[in-house]
C-alpha cells in the first residue's frame, strides 16, 4: 500500500505521516529532508551566479539515505530549501530514489508537495492535510519554544506564508492538492483525531 501525503509547512502532515507509517506497519520518507540538505549545502551560496549547477551536483551526490530531521529543522534551511527546490534538475535528481523507496515490497509512506501528483500518482491512498495559516505558526511557534529555542510567532507566520506562495508558485507545477487527493483540514483538530481521521480515510479507501 502507498499512502501519499501533500500539504504546506506546519499543516501537520509530517506528524500525521508518521503516524499512519507506524499504524500500518510501513516504512516513512519524509520528503522534505531531501529538498532541506540541500539546502543546508547551499545556504552560504544561494546568491552564487553558478547556484543551480552547484544545488544540482549536490542533489546528486547527497547521501539520501542519511538525512539528521534535528539538523534539518531549522526555518534558515527551510527557506535555502523552498529556493533550491524550483530547480527542475534538483527535482529530477530526487525523484528516483522517491518511487524506488514508494515501490519497496509492501509498500511506504511518503510526504512532501507533489507525492500524489508527481512522485507517486499512482498510490493506493492520496492525503492533502491543510490548516489555517495562523494556526500552523502557532504550532511551529510552540514547538521551537519547546525545543528551548527563541522564536517570533509573527515572523513565523510571514515565513510560512512566504513559503506557501513559493512552493504554490513553484514552476515544477504539480504542487499541493492531486485531483483524487482526500482534503483533511486540521485547523481545529489536534494530532491524535487528525490521525484518527486519517486512518478512517485510509480504511475507507482500501476497503472499496
Ligand atoms: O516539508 P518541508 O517543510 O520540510 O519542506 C521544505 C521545503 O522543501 C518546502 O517548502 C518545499 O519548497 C520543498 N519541498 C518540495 N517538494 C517536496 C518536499 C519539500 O519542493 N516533496
Redesign the pocket.
Known amino acids: 500500500m502507498i499512502i501519499a501525503i501533500d500539504g504546506p ?1 506546519a499543516s501537520g502532515k ?1 506528524t500525521i505521516a508518521k503516524g499512519l507509517a507506524k499504524y500500518y506497519g510501513l516504512p516513512h520518507l ?7 540538505a540541500i ?1 543546508q549545502a547551499m545556504q552560504n551560496q544561494l546568491d552564487d551566479k553558478d547556484f543551480e549547477q552547484k544545488a544540482i551536483k549536490i542533489a546528486h551526490n547527497i547521501d539520501k539515505s542519511k538525512l539528521d530531521s534535528k539538523k534539518l529543522g531549522t526555518p534558515e534551511i ?1 527557506n535555502a ?2 529556493k533550491i ?1 524550483k530547480i527542475e534538475e534538483v ?1 529530477e535528481a530526487l525523484r528516483q530514489y522517491q518511487r524506488d523507496f514508494a515501490q519497496q515490497k509492501g509498500g511506504a509512506v511518503l ?5 500524489g501528483t508527481r ?1 507517486c500518482p499512482n498510490a493506493d491512498v492520496k492525503l492533502f492535510i491543510t490548516a489555517d495559516a495562523k494556526i500552523r505558526a502557532n504550532r511551529r511557534y510552540l514547538e521551537l519554544l519547546s525545543k528551548g529555542l527563541q522564536a517570533d510567532e509573527s515572523e513565523i507566520l510571514r515565513q510560512i506564508i512566504m ?1 506557501d506562495e ?2 504554490r508558485n ?1 514552476p515544477s507545477g504539480n504542487f499541493y492538492e492531486a485531483q483524487d487527493s482526500h482534503l483533511l483540514d486540521s485547523s481545529k483538530l489536534d494530532i491524535e483525531t487528525s490521525l484518527r481521521k486519517a486512518i478512517a480515510i485510509v480504511d475507507n479507501k482500501m476497503a472499496k
Open positions: 509547512a509530517g519524509d520528503t522534505g529532508l531531501l529538498y532541506r539546502g527551510a530549501a523552498a527546490a527535482r510526504d512532501g508537495r507533489d507525492i512522485i513559503r513559493s512552493d513553484n
